[in-house]
Every structure is written in structure tokens, then in C-alpha cells.
T-cell receptor, first 108, second 110 residues
């Protein structure tokens, strides 16, 4: 079976750093994706990890440990526009399995 | 401009009336997929296609059909819609480097 867990909600302050965790159990693994989704809009691609380690893209970084079934998304210098849902997803040969997402609220 | 185009954006229909949601991509990608998104359940994959004439079931295929006669189009067909298919639907295309989603179709079945 496959299971992906993320916290349901998080709150952080503008300008701060926040880490959103994702743990997973899966029978197959081709890579781990992070997406951002604003309410009522389509998910937009943030990052992709296939090997262990840290991938950095501007204010966003994503980390993967395959042996631990663990990933996190790190958002630095938070801005109000970062208030959104963040979706962790596992790729498995054509299938893309999403967690339920973490709703992040950024406060002034 | 790379695009995934879904139509319609909004649709209200009645139980049992066949409908088709269209999805078209101009990125020449082999892979396309359909998802539905429901509160508390997240995004769930309905069907996906690795190439023309190749389709496979995702996690929630019941009540849906798809076809992939050409690379750019991947329509989602509801032969006999029911109220439990009321949802927000997304089409996506791409590959291991990332997926691009369409703008979504909000379907209400009454």
C-alpha cells in the first residue's frame, strides 16, 4: 500500500522560515514532488527529488531521505503570498500519489 | 507558451447525463493524467496515459472513462454521472521533471 502523511495546517510569520514535513510508505518510488496550490487554483510545481539530499531553488529547498521515507520543504523569507497549500507527492511509474496537503498561513 | 487547456471550467449537470471534459496540451508530452480533488481527501488520480492508445487506471477509476487517440488530447468521459462525482477535476501532463496542471473543471452533478 501507499501512505503519505503531512501536517494539516501550519502558521508562520512573514519573514520567517518554515519547514513542512512529509513522511511516506510506498511500494514503488521514482521520485518525490512538492507542489504549491492556492485556493481554487491548479497546483504548481515547486521541486523534485529523486536522490537523497537537498535541492535548493531560491527561497524554496526540498530534502529527501529515501531510507527514512522522509522529505521536507523549507520556505525561507516567508511572504504573504506564500499562504497556500503545499502538496507532497510520490511518483511511481506513471502514478502520482498525493498527500492531503499542508495549509500554510503566513501572518504579518 | 506551454499550456494545458481544460474545458469547461464550470459545469452543472444532472444525474445520468453523459458528459466529456476535454484536456489538451501543446508541450508534446507523452504522459497525461486526470485527478479529482475533494476536501479532506486531497488529489486522487483517476486515469493516466503513458502514450497514445495506452491508458491505465489510477486510484479512483470507477465511473470514468478516458481515451488517448492523439498525443495532445486526453478527454475524461462520465457516461452516467452521479452526485458523488461532484468534484474539482484537474488534467496534468509532464514527466519525471515535473507535471503541469490545467486550470481545473468544477463539476456539480445534481
Amino acid at each position: 500500500g501507499q501512505n503519505i502523511d503531512q501536517p494539516t495546517e501550519m502558521t508562520a510569520t512573514e519573514g520567517a522560515i518554515v519547514q513542512i514535513n512529509c513522511t511516506y510508505q510506498t511500494s514503488g518510488f521514482n521520485g518525490l514532488f512538492w507542489y504549491q496550490q492556492h485556493a481554487g487554483e491548479a497546483p504548481t510545481f515547486l521541486s523534485y527529488n529523486v536522490l537523497d539530499g537537498l535541492e535548493e531553488k531560491g527561497r524554496f529547498s526540498s530534502f529527501l531521505s529515501r531510507s527514512k521515507g522522509y522529505s521536507y520543504l523549507l520556505l525561507k523569507e516567508l511572504q504573504m503570498k506564500d499562504s497556500a497549500s503545499y502538496l507532497c507527492a510520490i511518483g511511481n511509474t506513471g502514478k502520482l500519489i498525493f498527500g492531503q496537503g499542508t495549509t500554510l498561513q503566513v501572518k504579518p | 507558451e506551454a499550456q494545458v487547456t481544460q474545458n469547461p471550467r464550470y459545469l452543472i449537470t444532472v444525474t445520468g447525463k453523459k458528459l466529456t471534459v476535454t484536456c489538451s496540451q501543446n508541450m508534446n508530452h507523452e504522459y497525461m493524467s486526470w485527478y479529482r480533488q475533494d476536501p479532506g481527501l486531497g488529489l486522487r488520480q483517476i486515469y493516466y496515459s503513458m502514450n497514445v492508445e495506452v491508458t491505465d487506471k489510477g486510484d479512483v477509476p470507477e465511473g470514468y472513462k478516458v481515451s488517448r487517440k492523439e498525443k495532445r488530447n486526453f478527454p475524461l468521459i462520465l457516461e452516467s454521472p452521479s452526485p458523488n462525482q461532484t468534484s474539482l477535476y484537474f488534467c496534468a501532463t509532464g514527466g519525471a521533471w515535473g507535471y503541469t496542471f490545467g486550470s481545473g473543471t468544477r463539476l456539480t452533478v445534481v
